[in-house]
């Protein structure tokens, strides 16, 4: 069975300081991709990363960085120095390789991340 | 940019009534979704559609159906909108990727949808 699990529902920091969203996922597939998308307001879900099973190096764009580690099973989310402009909810999903329904995103719950001044 | 629209950001029906959703993208997308967004439930599959004219259902197809006509184009219809219906709706779409399957999905606005 395919899961995604975001333990935290709400989290909520001062600017300026440092937030981990936490991922956890559960696939008996060896190929898999693994992605972290952001809800702002709006309500538009914004594409932020993509990471194959394969490829265990942590990756950093800006103040985001995110900590894959298969033997854990997790795929965790940092933005370091957060502003107001992150509060959002995110979203952690992971898919199969393969095509039609199986090749369908699942989504954890989602965590709400609010950013006060 | 990948640009998916969608044809309401707020919908207001009635139970009963035949209610539809319009989604468009404009990256020649062969894969489009529609999925279905609650509380703590997070999003949830309805429909997939890998090429004109194919569907395939997803988790929750129960009490909707779709058309895809035109590769750009993809519609979810409520046939008889029933209040727990009362959602957000999201679309998507994505390329194949170069190894099969399917390639990053990109999301429109979304709908919210509330029948009463």
Redesign the interface.
């Known amino acids: 069975a395919q899961k995604?699990t975001q333990a935290q529902?709400e989290i909520s920091v001062v600017e300026k300081e440092d937030v981990t969203l936490d991922c956890v996922y559960e696939t008996r597939d060896t190929t898999y991709y693994l992605?972290w998308?952001k809800q702002p307001p709006?309500?538009?879900?914004?594409?932020l990363i993509?990471r194959n099973s394969f490829d265990e190096q942590n990756e950093i764009s800006g103040r985001y960085s995110w900590n894959f580690q298969k033997s854990t099973s997790s795929f965790n989310f940092t933005i370091t120095a957060s502003q107001v402009v992150d509060s959002a909810v995110y979203?952690c999903a992971l898919?199969?390789?393969?095509?039609?329904?199986?090749?369908?995103?699942i989504?954890?719950?989602?965590t709400t991340l609010q950013v006060k001044p | 940019d990948v640009k998916v629209t969608q044809s309401s950001r707020y919908l207001v029906k009635r139970t009963g009534e035949k209610v539809f959703l319009e989604c468009v993208q404009d990256m020649d997308h062969e894969n489009m979704f529609w999925y279905r967004q609650d509380p703590g439930l997070g999003l949830r599959l309805i429909y997939f559609s890998y090429d004109v004219k194919m569907k395939e259902k997803g988790d929750i197809p129960e009490g909707y159906s779709v058309s895809r006509e035109k590769k750009e184009r993809f519609s979810l219809i409520l046939e008889s909108a029933s209040t727990n219906q009362t959602s957000m709706y999201l679309c998507a779409s994505s390329p194949t990727g170069t190894i099969g399957g399917t390639d990053t999905q990109y999301f429109g606005p979304g709908t919210r949808l509330t029948v009463l």
Do not use: A, I, P
């Not at chain 1, 709006?42 to 594409?47: C, D, H, I, P």
């Open positions: 995604v529902t992605f998308y709006s309500g538009e879900l914004v594409f993509r979203f898919r199969r390789h393969g095509s039609g329904n199986t090749g369908k995103l989504f954890g719950q989602g």
